[in-house]
């Protein structure tokens, strides 16, 4: 090998050497952070470390990370050279112009600027200047698929470009800052999944332990609130009063009073709060109300056996908006609202059935005690004192005893036939032996105007679904001759689908309520000892229909 070419070999290998030794401390930094990504490192301290490997890997005087929201770049961690306090994180930016985040958020790829004379706009150019700026590379961080943000490295003392190739490199740590965030939000997000099932199982076991709806409101809407951040949470109801709702109750964080139970406010067309009253489905807007002020609001359906009660609204100050779909979140402590409501109006119902059952059996049984004292055991006490008559004259007098003895025998089948009617009341004979549709019919031929009995039924019913059913007719027909002023009824009975269903529909005046008489409540209450319905279709002037559908298993 001559002289002259040796240190041309010599500069190749020392290049080649230069080459592999970035290669090493590249794959060391990357190593570096990526170890860091893996333990979970927190998003302030991976960005402080990332920065500042990137900055001394690339020969930089100063790394940053940014996070771009659309319209404006927050810096949330830079590096600089002199190892000074960072003074520009957490600043905001607008964003545009041509600088070199603008550059790869438009292209959403690594770019470069070697210079200011590459920088086509007035913006770029002033922004390049502010920070001393001779040249820098960029990358973005794509999260799921989007740019959430851009690292980016400068010279400020070096007047000379990045090496060629640079910005992809940094690309690499973009993405490990990227897997980085995504591991970050995907935590919070399980954190926040295990806060809200808690809070959940917390209102659910006082809803379990049948606590009183008043406390379960108040643990629903305080765990809500604590959830979502929400200055205060209510149930409100809609009570008919166009654009007005009545507040049940609720909960606040204490930074303004809270607003009183059965207080009104009104809020505007198009809030969140009617557009859930309106249509049952949850929902959110910025509202305002004269009462409450402007608020952001959520708002989801309260719906109690079937029956939309109100809505359960969660509020904050405008501009400080509440997660991404929390309305549908606040549904799951409405639904919790809900079945507390529907808990105890089942327990009220069951103890007003309870007590209507027990008055029930009272007024029967002293009804009973009256017929019988009243008929048929002054009969039998008159055919007694007649036998004991008769007994004395029987020796002296035979025809006489003889005549008294016909009279008291008279009188004794009279008895016997008001014991029948008595026993007819309790449970018809007919119905027994000869099934519901005969028994319908001699209802229908007692009935002091002209029944139409429609018996579809092929076979007999359990004895107790007959028995329910003919007494459905039975108080129907009494209540009709009372109050329909009616002049036809038609009665239906027929099996389907394993439910016998029984209907009475007159032409009278309507109008009819099951909760005004006691008659009907009792029925109900039969019916649905029996896991039936009772039901009441009666508009004014159009007649009554009364039906029920009785499980035949």
């Not at 927190?42 to 790394?63: C, K, M, N, P, Y």
């Not at 770029?124 to 794509?142: F, H, K, M, N, Y």
């Not at 009188?411 to 319908?440: F, M, N, S, V, W």
Request: with cysteine; net charge negative; charged share 25%.
């Amino acid at each position: 090998m001559s002289d002259r070419a040796r240190p041309l070999l010599d500069r190749g290998l020392e290049g080649h050497e230069e080459e592999l030794q970035r290669l090493v401390d590249e794959q060391t930094a990357l190593r570096r952070v990526a170890t860091l990504v893996a333990a979970g490192t927190s998003d302030v301290d991976l960005v402080a470390e990332v920065t500042s490997e990137i900055a001394q890997l690339f020969g930089a005087d100063r790394a940053a990370a940014l996070r771009w929201d659309g319209d404006t770049i927050r810096i949330i961690g830079d590096w600089n050279v002199a190892g000074a306090p960072t003074t520009l994180t957490d600043r905001v930016y607008s964003f545009g112009g041509d600088t070199i985040t603008a550059r790869v958020v438009n292209s959403a790829a690594p770019a470069r600027v070697e210079s200011v004379d590459d920088l086509h706009t007035e913006f770029a150019r002033t922004r390049w200047d502010e920070l001393g700026l001779q040249a820098s590379i960029g990358a973005p961080i794509v999260v799921d698929g989007h740019i959430w943000g851009v690292i980016t490295a400068s010279r400020t003392t070096k007047d000379d470009p990045f090496a060629p190739g640079a910005e992809h490199r940094l690309g690499d740590f973009a993405a490990l800052v990227a897997q980085a965030i995504a591991n970050s939000e995907a935590r919070r997000e399980v954190a926040e999944l295990a806060d809200e099932q808690a809070a959940l199982r917390r209102v659910a076991t006082l809803v379990a332990g049948g606590r009183p709806q008043p406390e379960v409101l108040e643990a629903a809407t305080r765990e809500a609130g604590e959830l979502f951040a929400a200055q205060a949470v209510y149930l409100v109801r809609w009570e008919g009063v166009q654009d007005e709702v009545v507040v049940v109750g609720g909960w606040n964080d204490g930074s303004e009073p809270l607003v009183a139970p059965q207080s009104r406010y009104h809020p505007a067309r198009g809030s969140a709060t009617l557009r859930v009253l309106e249509t049952g489905f949850a929902s959110r807007a910025d509202e305002s109300s004269l009462e409450l002020g402007e608020r952001c609001v959520i708002a989801a359906p309260v719906i109690v056996t079937a029956n939309l009660l109100g809505a359960l609204v969660a509020v904050k100050p405008i501009g400080k908006a509440f997660p991404v779909e929390a309305e549908i979140r606040l549904r799951s402590f409405g639904d919790l609202v809900a079945q507390s409501i529907a808990n105890e109006q089942a327990q009220a119902e069951m103890r007003a059935s309870r007590a209507r059952i027990v008055r029930a059996a009272d007024e029967a049984r002293q009804k009973l005690e009256r017929n019988l004292h009243d008929g048929a055991q002054q009969r039998l006490v008159s055919v007694s004192i007649s036998l004991r008559l008769a007994t004395a004259k029987l020796p002296a007098a035979p025809e006489d005893a003889r005549v008294i003895i016909t009279a008291a025998s008279e009188e004794l089948a009279h008895a016997l036939d008001e014991l029948r009617e008595l026993a007819r009341g309790l449970h018809p004979a007919i119905l027994t032996k000869h099934g519901l549709g005969q028994a319908l019919e001699v209802l229908a031929e007692r009935a002091p105007f002209e029944v139409a009995v429609a018996d579809e039924l092929d076979e007999r019913l359990p004895p107790s679904v007959e028995a329910a059913a003919y007494y459905v007719v039975a108080e129907s027909l009494t209540n009709i001759a009372k109050y329909a002023q009616a002049s036809a009824v038609e009665v239906r009975v027929c099996r389907q689908d394993g439910v016998a269903r029984v209907e009475v529909v007159d032409d009278g005046v309507g109008g009819a309520d099951v909760s005004l008489g006691s008659g009907l409540r009792g029925l109900a209450d039969r019916v649905e000892a029996l896991d039936g319905r009772l039901g009441i279709v009666s508009p004014p002037a159009e007649g009554t229909c009364v039906w029920a559908e009785i499980p035949l298993a």
